[in-house]
């Protein structure tokens, strides 16, 4: 083999060697995602009643009751954790994906020892259907879910105030406003009292952040445009115990 043949060979091979290194990624290149895609745009997407969103299920719950002055906010990270978004639950709060019994934000819930079970007086316990969510969600992977809670039609007619309204106070405001030590003595906790902050304007004034209100629920995203409608639609209606 001349000298020129034996260059030409070895500059061959070595472009051979380079082009199946590069191919050698952790991932296909065309799985990339595309930098101008929104990743967290839930815009379209329905929710599945059989999955659990942290979004909109399990954030207000933890915000509501937890990630609140003296516990698990950003300022006082009671014990090191912080419960106010999805990346401070996984990093602090010792979740294991699929396994609640492993989960210590799971077992907190259903402790039997008072010194030791979560969330601490003067707060009220969390309910058997959030404690169930919370169970749910992490034996389904822990996952960062989002979907449009508004996929399609608004629908505000015969909006109830057990199977609707009441369920999202509970999950949003209940935490603040439960029946022991209210914040600024308002109660959340009845359909009376309730009632009686829908039809003085105030319930409407903060979750919709109306001039002169503070906006509600505090320290957490505001309502959906569907929700404030249909809540507002319960109100128009007189508020009825339904």
Not at 35 to 64: A, H, K, M, R, W
Request: aromatic fraction near 8%; proline fraction near 9%; charge should be negative.
């Amino acid at each position: 083999m001349n000298r020129d043949l034996f260059v030409l060979f070895s500059a061959t091979l070595l472009l051979v060697v380079l082009i199946n290194n590069s191919s050698c990624k952790h991932y296909p290149f065309e799985d990339v995602p595309d930098s101008d895609t929104p990743q967290n745009d839930t815009t379209n997407i329905p929710c599945d009643p059989e999955v659990v969103y942290f979004d909109q299920q399990i954030l207000p719950i933890l915000i509501s009751n937890c990630a609140i002055s003296g516990c698990h906010d950003q300022e006082s990270q009671e014990d090191g954790v912080i419960l106010d978004s999805y990346s401070a639950v996984m990093s602090t709060a010792e979740v294991v994906p699929f396994q609640p019994g492993e989960s210590e934000l799971y077992e907190v819930l259903v402790e039997d020892d008072p010194e030791d079970a979560m969330p601490q007086p003067p707060v009220q316990p969390l309910s058997q259907v959030q404690i169930q969510l919370i169970e749910t969600w992490i034996a389904q992977g822990a996952k960062d879910l989002n979907c449009d809670p508004d996929y399609g039609d608004c629908d505000t007619t015969d909006v109830s105030f057990s199977g609707y309204v009441f369920p999202i106070v509970q999950n949003h405001c209940l935490g603040c406003h439960g029946p022991v030590n209210p914040v600024g003595g308002i109660s959340l906790d009845t359909h009376s009292s309730l009632k009686e902050i829908a039809l003085s304007g105030q319930l409407f004034g903060v979750i919709s952040s109306q001039p002169g209100f503070s906006p509600m629920p505090q320290g957490g995203a505001q309502l959906s445009d569907c929700r404030i409608d249909k809540i507002k639609a319960w109100i128009d209606a007189d508020a009825p115990n339904n």
